[in-house]
């Protein structure tokens, strides 16, 4: 008899750890292409762009990184901010 485990909510992304399964794949695949490439050519660049790529894909409960820089980037440079003083009664 098989017994099956449901998350507790079924429309919920998949996660692996702290990262969405697609990022945690691309992170696979680039560490072990970086691997690759740091044992024949000795250089640590392709290590760094996956270690700050994981770094920005870090997922707390459903927000990443990436999006909390979005979000400020956006609020910051590109949103136009209105402020209104009234004169107090």
């Known amino acids: 008899m098989k017994t099956y485990i449901y998350p507790e909510n079924l ?6 750890w702290f990262w969405n399964v697609r990022d945690f794949i691309i992170i696979c695949t680039g560490v072990v292409i970086s ?3 740091f044992a024949k050519l000795w250089t ?6 996956t270690i ?3 770094f920005i894909t870090l997922r707390a409960e459903d927000t990443a990184i990436m999006d909390y820089m979005t979000s400020a980037f956006r609020y910051f440079c590109i949103t136009q901010r209105e402020y ?6």
Do not use: D, H, N, Q
């Open 11 to 16: 429309r919920a992304t998949v996660k692996l």
């Open 35 to 37: 691997v690759m490439i």
């Open 44 to 49: 640590p660049v392709p290590m760094a762009f």
């Open 52 to 54: 700050c790529y994981a």
């Open 84 to 89: 209104r003083w009234k004169k107090g009664e």
